[in-house]
Structures are given as structure tokens and as C-alpha cells.
């Protein structure tokens, strides 16, 4: 079946510091690949996604590269600041039934991230 | 804007008293989910609506239910809440144009 692993966090950087955040996923095929971001007592918001291979997915000046060989999507950014302070979920998901584009998500567990001023 | 809303924000109810919590979509979108995610966890799917095709997971307790009356709606019904269901209840669509998540809400029992 599908996974995904993310590294363990937390993670706690100091503001202007370069964030990694790795994601790497089973799946059969091609998935589309996502990272979400939940900041605390909210919901999920998308930060971005890639549909197929060597896809770069940026928002926000988050960046991720969709790696196939590698079966990779790990996330970054050049300098965070206090305000990205969240949990950032890494999900895969196939298409879904009747053309739409997204079936079911697949998480990973999650990596709580606390920047510092 | 076009969106998913999950009313109430916060629902306190009592052990064993059944509770309901609601979601409503203006995306017309024909999926609908419900994830229910424990304490900064990953979302764990509960189940799933194709149009009114009714989706359960295997390992889904049978004291979640669902319903969706229609395109717009879609109710999570927990007929006798344990502490142990205490979460955030996560209602989410998906379509042509992706994902759109609800902001949750976030279910305590007493």
C-alpha cells in the first residue's frame, strides 16, 4: 500500500536559518505529492504540490521537487521566520474515481517546526 | 470565495451522548472526506463519499457513522462519544481543481 515517511522532529531553527524537512513515499505508479501546513487549533492549508516527476511545487518561498528515482519530495526554504512556526504534513494521493483529479490523501506523521526569533 | 465549512468550531459533549458535527461545501466538488486527527497527528481517514457512494474504512469504529443528503452537506454522527474520540474532526473535498479542507472542528468529551 501507500506511506509516508517524514523525519522526526521537532525541529526548532532560528529566524533566517535554511529549513529541510524530508519526505520520501511508497506508492505504486505516479502520485501526486503535497505539503500541507496546520498551524495550532487549524486546519490543514496547502503549501504545495507536484503532479509528476522533476514538478518543483513552490509557495511562499517554500520550495519541493518531486523526485521519482529517489521517491522523494523533501520540502525547503531559503530563511524562516517566527510566523512559519507549524506542523507541516507531507501526503501523497492517486487519482481518484471518475476523472477527478485527487483520490485519497496519504499522510505522513507530521514534523512540528519552531522558529525563533 | 468557494469553500468548505465545518460548524462548530468547538463541541463539548458528554460521554456517550451522541453528537453531530457538520460540513458544508459551495464547490460542488463530488468527493467528500472525513479525517479525524489526534493531537498534532497525521489526519486518519474515516471515510469517504463518491457522490453518495458511501466509502467506510476497514478500521473505522462502528460508532462513526455518516450521512450526505446531498451534493452540499455532509454530517459525521459519533452515537456514543468515548474520551478516547476526543479530536480534531477534519471534513475535506476534492475535484478537478484539488483538495479544499475545512478549518475543523475540534471535539471534546466530558
Known amino acids: 500500500g501507500n506511506s509516508v515517511t517524514q523525519m522526526e522532529g521537532p525541529v526548532t531553527l532560528s529566524e533566517e536559518a535554511f529549513l529541510t524537512i524530508n519526505c520520501t513515499y511508497t506508492?505504486?505508479?505516479?502520485?501526486?505529492l503535497f505539503w500541507y501546513v496546520q498551524y495550532p487549533g487549524e486546519g490543514l492549508q496547502l503549501l504545495l504540490k507536484a503532479t509528476k516527476a522533476d514538478d518543483k511545487g513552490s509557495n511562499k518561498g517554500f520550495e519541493a521537487t518531486y523526485r521519482k528515482e529517489t521517491t522523494s519530495f523533501h520540502l525547503e526554504k531559503g530563511s524562516v521566520q517566527v510566523s512559519d512556526s507549524a506542523v507541516y504534513f507531507c501526503a501523497l494521493s492517486h487519482k481518484g474515481r471518475g476523472g477527478t483529479s485527487y483520490g485519497k490523501l496519504t499522510f505522513g506523521q507530521g514534523t512540528i517546526l519552531t522558529v525563533h526569533p | 470565495d468557494a469553500m468548505v465549512i465545518q460548524n462548530p468550531r468547538y463541541q463539548v459533549t458528554q460521554f456517550g451522548k451522541p453528537v453531530t458535527l457538520s460540513c458544508s461545501q459551495t464547490?460542488?466538488?463530488?468527493?467528500m472526506y472525513w479525517y479525524q486527527q489526534k493531537s498534532s497527528q497525521a489526519p486518519k481517514l474515516l471515510f469517504h463519499?463518491?457522490?453518495?457512494?458511501?466509502?467506510n474504512e476497514a478500521d473505522t469504529p462502528d460508532n462513526f457513522q455518516s450521512r450526505r443528503p446531498n451534493t452540499s452537506f455532509c454530517f459525521l454522527d459519533i452515537r456514543s462519544p468515548g474520551l478516547g474520540d476526543a479530536a480534531m474532526y477534519l471534513c475535506?473535498?476534492?475535484?478537478?481543481?484539488?483538495?479544499?479542507f475545512g478549518s475543523g472542528t475540534r471535539l471534546t468529551v466530558v
Open positions: 463519499y463518491y457522490d453518495k457512494d458511501f466509502n
Open positions: 475535506a473535498t476534492s475535484g478537478f481543481l484539488g483538495y479544499t
Open positions: 506508492a505504486t505508479g505516479y502520485p501526486s
Open positions: 464547490l460542488n466538488h463530488n468527493v
